[in-house]
């Protein structure tokens, strides 16, 4: 006879998610939570743009467009410590978290996208 029994052994992702075995080598961890305390300016001018974010072929890989100008390239997975992601863009470049990163943690929270988890090596 077969028990129904459930393991639930993480109970904070206890959403079915996309695993991911591989992340870019660029990738870097990003803080939205500290971001977002820090920085408030990127993650507001996220909420405030229209932006369009499409799936580019791969569970964490984005395409953002967020300016109108040129879409960037982004990667974004969930780790069990956090988030790590890499962008395309000028401003990740420069600060380590961009428009485009927050726009998909954004659209995640209210279900437009879903970022895969990936493991930690
Ligand atoms: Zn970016």
Redesign the pocket.
């Known amino acids: 006879m077969k028990t129904a029994e459930s393991t639930a052994s993480n109970p904070e992702m206890s959403t079915a998610r996309t695993q991911i075995s591989r992340i870019p080598d660029d990738a870097v961890e990003v803080d939205f939570h500290a971001e977002r305390e820090q920085r408030p300016d990127i993650w507001q001018t996220a909420l405030e743009y229209s932006v369009e974010i499409s799936e580019a072929g791969r569970p964490d890989l984005f395409l ?1 467009d ?1 300016s109108g100008e040129i879409p ?1 390239n ?1 990667s974004l997975a969930e780790r069990e410590d956090g988030h790590v992601g890499w ?3 000028a ?2 470049e420069d600060h380590g978290v ?4 927050c726009a998909i943690r954004q659209a995640a929270v209210i279900d437009d996208v879903s970022i895969p988890s990936v493991a930690r090596d």
């Open positions: 953002v967020a960037a982004c962008c395309s863009c401003q990740f961009c428009v485009d990163l």
